[in-house]
């Protein structure tokens, strides 16, 4: 079976700020191997087996209401140094927002505010052009 056979349950997309900045992209570029090969792998993974658990992914802060969204980390190991993606899903994205080097045994909560401050941003954004894009097609 060829990578073109393979279907991924979720796609992996980077956050974006409003003004076109990629923070995880960003950082992934100024690793080097191994570390940015492994991550890379782990996402696909994640993209192709959705709905995993421990210890590939772990789900961290839950919301409701308006922002009724997870935010999830994919667990990397490079070496003997840890790292986490944070991550949330919409439909059938897997929107990274966050990488960062774990240095504790609990993932920091600044480490999860900041993420959750971007996946509240997105969820805005999208759902944004979302009416544009409803009000749009009523007017035709």
């Given at each position: 079976?060829?990578?073109?056979d393979?279907?991924?349950?979720?796609?992996?997309?980077?956050?974006?700020?409003?003004?076109?900045?990629?923070?995880?992209?960003?950082?992934?570029?100024?690793?080097?191997?191994p570390?940015?090969?492994?991550?890379?792998?782990d996402?696909?993974?994640?993209?192709?087996?959705?709905?995993?658990?421990?210890?590939y992914?772990?789900?961290?802060?839950?919301?409701?209401?308006?922002?009724?969204?997870?935010?999830?980390?994919?667990?990397?190991?490079?070496?003997?140094?840890?790292?986490?993606?944070?991550?949330?899903?919409?439909?059938?994205?897997?929107?990274?927002?966050?990488?960062?080097?774990?240095?504790?045994?609990?993932?920091?909560?600044?480490?999860?505010?900041?993420?959750?401050?971007?996946?509240?941003?997105?969820v805005?954004?999208?759902?944004?052009a979302?009416?544009?894009?409803?009000?749009?097609?009523?007017?035709?």
């Open positions: 079976m060829t990578d073109i393979i279907k991924k349950k979720i796609n992996a997309v980077f956050f974006k700020t409003p003004a076109g900045h990629e923070p995880v992209k960003e950082t992934l570029k100024d690793l080097g191997r570390t940015k090969t492994v991550v890379g792998e996402i696909r993974f994640v993209e192709l087996n959705w709905r995993v658990d421990r210890p992914v772990d789900r961290l802060r839950s919301g409701s209401g308006e922002y009724e969204k997870s935010v999830y980390e994919v667990r990397h190991t490079v070496e003997t140094l840890e790292y986490r993606t944070l991550f949330f899903v919409y439909d059938n994205l897997m929107v990274l927002v966050h990488f960062f080097h774990k240095t504790t045994r609990k993932t920091p909560k600044s480490e999860l505010d900041l993420s959750w401050k971007r996946m509240k941003e997105w805005h954004e999208q759902k944004s979302e009416n544009v894009a409803k009000s749009t097609r009523r007017k035709k």
